[in-house]
């Protein structure tokens, strides 16, 4: 019985931890983005495309899949290495 509730447990907290290394690594890639990829706007001032900013958005709603998949093309495109990823 101790078994089963420590596995359940676990097993609970597995996609938390993966969840978080993703929200961060997301996160990271945003910050990157908004610090490199930004171009001229109407106003004189700096930032990151239409779809870079709807992918940081993505990143800050929890959809970190589609996310983190725009944000590595459009830095690999702009020859960046990608940061390690937890």
């Known amino acids: 019985m101790k078994r089963r509730f420590l596995v359940a447990v676990v097993c609970s907290l597995l996609p938390t931890a993966v969840h978080a290394d993703d929200a961060s690594y997301c996160a990271e890639l945003g910050a990157l983005a908004r610090r490199y990829l930004g171009s001229a706007g109407a106003m004189g001032g700096m930032g990151p495309d239409p779809d870079t900013q709807q992918a940081i958005q993505d990143c800050n709603s929890g959809n970190t899949a ?3 998949a725009v944000l590595e093309r459009k830095l690999r495109a702009s020859g960046f290495t ?5």
């Open 66 to 68: 589609r996310g983190i």
């Open 82 to 86: 990608l940061p390690k990823r937890s």
